[in-house]
């Protein structure tokens, strides 16, 4: 194979012929038609252009019209592309008969239609205004004689001759180079509306098809200017050799192009738009800069291609155009795939790795289990320290905010140290969407970023938090949502999750894809050999309302260098699990449950997961911890079974949201047998402990269960029993821990809430925490017409009781509803010793609207999202000062009482006034509560029944509140983006330097 040689003008011995080169020979023809003759050549790719672009703006329209994935939309787009790539080798009027096929079977008519037009019209105008070669007057230009023979014909359309000139090395590369570029530049254009609607909540085609302006106008200056600096380049070279010009000089005027300004522009784009910084400009400009110096980089390649072989141009430059297609055909078709199914993990783009799949890494020496009787690890230690410091001021502006009387702000944070700040912590109840969405609304009422919060005085006290703890759905809604935005305020994580999504049927809502995708997933970490189950399948549901860089991250993650987390400005995010014991456990029909015999609850272990660490710290089979980064690696007796093969990455978020929120042991003991096991009424009938656990047997009337359906594909794709694939399956860090743990190799996880404790409160009362105040939103539905009756939380206190755990004392449900305690905030605790953690009580109920509906919704409105945001925040802030003015003063008498303790400060009379109004007197009812007592009207609106609030309010379309969830929970990434287009910049920068 033989390199092509430079097309030199001259030989260094010949004489210099004039600088007008062949390509530069023009017709003696008036002026005005060589401008139309200009008009009509670059008319002619406009099409083209129109072809592969106008229908990406409508992508999502197409695939809702139509009923199918995203991704399928744009595997057409992609088939498009490689027609175009190989419309080069064939007649090229063959184009506009595809575009014909395509539009027959659409509906877009209009779009394909002035497709058709344009083609038709650039058709008549070569015809009217492009001269013949003859007529040129340059013989050399002169047509060859067109083909007549079968034989010549052939010869003609065979592509072989395009191929050949792939053997050169230059040829290749810098098709290559340009086959990048065009990744990167249908890259942009096919992921713009996918990335830049969910960060604007824009939500049509037009207002997200303006946004391609911005790499269009770099588009069009790029080519221009780079066009012109072409030539300067190459006249200034030529000038050096004496009129000696040569391919490579093209190459060198694209440098910086592809060297500063591209890279520039994707960086910018790719992380302005993943940090949402500098609103929607700064991703307009880094995306017109990023089109700049695409075209810019573009125009010395596509000359340098043909010039590099003057007497083979075309076949050249067909063969750049199939190749440059090929990577846009590639980039079209994978970016949506890759944004939906990689997020921001870029770097698993780069490694090849699959996003979902744990992977095996050395152990770190220091690896091994923890006892819990330690105490806390050292990473949380250091931790609340660092989150102690960040405390201090934000504590100073929210007792400045809440006033209360006579208290000396100054004087008491001059006195402060880190020891003696405020512990506080928030518990957000299971009760699936219903304590989801609430949870979210007390985070808002006492965010000091939230101007509602701040008008209503209570803006602050999120700011306080040390902990925030979740199960089913305050675990899969509240904590999940907060930490995957960076426990960002309420309007942004409305824009990044967009609740009217179905997370039952995924980002596109159709169910089959979204199903073949989770499965997909599964199937990879499964290849990889870890347990799968149902726990995997629906944590991906919750997934569709979590950011798109966030489908894949890990709960370790949130702890990751400069995190709001990390850096101590927020909260540590804490999920909690039940367990069940084949053998042990009790069961119904051969569905075990965790069990909640009286006198055996604390047995029962209670897992959490934290960003360090996963584990238990008192009761039940384990006291002890792994870290969470390395949760599913086999371990025996404490160490590594082998300290080469380390798991990372079996702690996806979405797998801990799964297995928060896994009752569906409860939810089929309920449906099979009538037998609820939550805590809505008591388990009347219990069979005996079958420890032969054989398969479930499912009623014939329960096979059209959506639930029963979804464990039972779960099993069959997996070939595993119903069973098998009801538990989160983990492989058991404390195997040979203890005698309880002994072989002992997997553990199987369920919701918290089969405990009959639905408040994850365990993980905020240990004695090593040193709590002083815990905050408890419920939305239990544990009460007549899905209210609270305070039942959860006298399982709470009762199991405390068997730990020796301090906690206040709780009465009986009829005191509780006898006194209007699960209708209104209530403190308990306000007596009890220093070691007792003061307990503010939230229980769910109607102030505003009726926001018992079930916990099995699976979208909600944006204006039903306000709705229940709403509520809550008038739960939390007590009617916004209507009911009780002084209540944001007794919310922070409340927050400071045990830091007021420790550095012997007497507490502010109107502290002690607070505690007396809204502490529980210690007084108790007889009188039974009955389901009366439970038809509650809206506090701030008695006279508002549920029919007419469901009609006005709940079905109501518009939205009522500040904002509403714009974007996807499948959408994003500017980091997938960034990831690969870094990639092939990085590659057309290899190819460039080769070619040089």
Request: hydrophobic share 40%.
């Amino acid at each position: 194979m033989s390199e092509p040689k430079p097309a030199l003008t001259t030989s260094p011995s010949s004489p210099l012929p004039p600088t007008t080169a062949i390509d530069d020979d023009v017709a003696q023809i008036p002026s005005w038609r060589k401008w139309v003759i200009l008009f009509v050549v670059c008319w002619m790719p406009l099409p083209m252009t129109f072809w592969s672009t106008a229908i990406m703006p409508a992508t999502l329209e197409v695939a809702s019209d139509l009923n199918i994935p995203v991704t399928t939309i744009t595997t057409i787009n992609a088939g498009v592309f490689v027609a175009q790539a190989l419309s080069g080798l064939i007649w090229l009027p063959v184009t506009p008969l595809l575009g014909s096929i395509i539009a027959t079977f659409t509906s877009w008519r209009v779009i394909y239609g002035v497709e058709a037009g344009m083609c038709l019209f650039g058709l008549i105008l070569s015809l009217l205004f492009i001269p013949k070669a003859s007529e040129v007057e340059n013989p050399k230009l002169a047509e060859t004689t067109r083909p007549r023979t079968a034989k010549e014909i052939l010869r003609t359309f065979n592509p072989m001759h395009v191929f050949c000139q792939f053997k050169y090395p230059k040829v290749i590369l810098a098709n290559i180079a340009c086959g990048l570029l065009g990744f990167n530049q249908y890259g942009i254009l096919s992921s713009i509306r996918r990335v830049i609607n969910p960060r604007f909540n824009l939500t049509s085609p037009l207002s997200s098809g303006l946004f391609y302006l911005a790499p269009g106008a770099g588009f069009l200056v790029g080519s221009t200017v780079g066009g012109k600096i072409s030539d300067v380049v190459v006249k200034r070279y030529t000038r050096k050799r004496n009129g000696q010009r040569i391919p490579e000089d093209r190459l060198n005027s694209s440098l910086v192009s592809v060297l500063i300004i591209l890279p520039l522009g994707t960086l910018l784009y790719g992380w302005s738009v993943y940090h949402r910084l500098g609103g929607m400009a700064l991703p307009i400009i880094s995306a017109f800069i990023e089109g700049f110096g695409l075209m810019a980089s573009f125009s010395g390649l596509n000359t340098y291609a043909a010039e590099v072989r003057p007497a083979h141009r075309t076949a050249v430059i067909t063969g750049k155009y199939v190749i440059q297609y090929s990577f846009g055909a590639m980039s079209v078709g994978g970016v949506v795939p890759m944004i939906d199914g990689i997020g921001v993990g870029w770097a698993f783009t780069v490694s090849g790795a699959d996003p979902y799949a744990p992977v095996y890494t050395t152990c770190p020496s220091s690896l091994e289990i923890r006892k819990a009787s330690d105490g806390l690890s050292d990473e949380e230690s250091s931790w609340r320290e660092q989150r102690a410091k960040q405390m201090i001021p934000n504590l100073q502006d929210y007792l400045k905010l809440a006033n209360i009387s006579d208290f000396n702000v100054t004087n008491y944070i001059n006195k402060l140290k880190s020891d003696d700040v405020p512990i506080v912590g928030l518990s957000v109840s299971g009760g699936g969407t219903q304590s989801g969405l609430g949870g979210l609304g007390v985070w808002q009422a006492f965010d000091a970023r939230s101007s509602i919060a701040r008008a209503a005085r209570t803006g602050g006290l999120t700011q306080l938090l040390s902990y925030i703890t979740g199960l089913s759905g305050g675990g899969a809604v509240t904590v999940s949502l907060l930490a995957a935005n960076n426990f960002t305020t309420i309007d942004g994580v409305k824009k990044a999750s967009n609740f009217s999504l179905d997370y039952a049927s995924g980002p596109d809502g159709n169910q089959t894809a979204f199903f073949t995708s989770i499965f997909e997933n599964m199937g990879a970490k499964d290849e990889s050999g870890f347990p799968v189950s149902v726990a995997d399948t629906f944590g991906q549901f919750w997934g569709t309302w979590l950011p798109g860089d966030k489908v894949y991250s890990n709960y370790s993650d949130i702890a990751s260098k400069n995190t709001a987390f990390t850096l101590g400005d927020a909260p540590m995010p804490i999920m909690c699990f039940a367990e069940v014991v084949p053998g042990k456990s009790p069961e119904i029909g051969k569905l075990m449950y965790p069990g909640f015999n009286k006198s055996t609850r604390f047995n029962l272990t209670a897992y959490e997961v934290t960003p360090f660490e996963f584990g238990s710290w008192v009761g039940g089979r384990v006291q002890a911890f792994i870290q969470t980064k390395f949760l599913g690696t086999s371990m025996t007796e404490g160490k590594p079974q082998n300290k080469s093969e380390c798991v990372q990455g079996f702690d996806k978020l979405t797998l801990m949201q799964g297995t928060t929120a896994n009752a569906f042991t409860a939810w089929f003991i309920d449906s099979f047998y009538g037998i609820p096991v939550f805590a809505k009424r008591w388990l009347g009938k219990r069979q005996k402990v079958n420890p032969d656990i054989n398969d479930v047997p499912v009623p014939r009337d329960q096979y059209d269960n959506p639930l029963v359906q979804l464990v039972n594909e779960t099993a069959m794709y997996f070939d595993l029993t119903f069973n098998e694939s009801l538990w989160a399956t983990y492989p058991n860090p404390f195997e040979d821990y203890n005698e309880d743990m002994k072989g002992v190799s997997e553990l199987l996880l369920v919701d918290g809430s089969l405990t009959l404790e639905s408040n994850p409160l365990r993980p905020l009362i240990i004695p090593e925490r040193k709590l002083d105040l815990i905050i408890v939103y419920e939305a239990s539905s544990d009460a007549p017409n899905s209210w609270v009756n305070g039942t959860n939380l006298i399982n709470t206190a009762l199991t405390a009781s068997q730990g020796n755990i301090p906690f206040p004392k709780i009465p009986d449900v009829n005191t509780i509803v006898a006194q209007n305690l699960s209708f209104q905030p209530t403190f308990f605790g306000c007596d009890a010793s220093s070691s007792t953690p003061l307990l503010l009580w939230l229980p769910n109920a109607p102030w505003t609207g009726y926001t018992n509906y079930s916990y099995t919704q699976t979208q909600f409105t944006p204006n039903q999202v306000d709705i229940a945001l709403e509520n809550a925040f008038q739960v939390a802030t007590y009617g916004n000062g209507s009911v009780d003015e002084n209540w944001p003063a007794c919310l922070a008498c409340a927050a400071i009482k045990g830091s007021l303790r420790r550095l012997d400060i007497e507490m502010p009379k109107q502290c002690e006034e607070c505690f007396e109004r809204h502490c529980w007197n210690g007084t108790m009812s007889d009188r039974e509560a009955t389901v009366g007592d439970f038809d509650l009207k809206p506090r701030l609106d008695p006279e508002l029944s549920f029919a007419k609030w469901n009609e006005s309010d709940w079905e109501k379309e518009e939205s009522t509140g500040n904002g509403s969830g714009g974007g996807s929970g499948g959408s994003d990434s500017a980091g997938v983006k960034l990831g690969n287009e870094m990639v092939v910049l990085v590659l057309s920068l290899i190819a460039m330097a080769a070619l040089l």
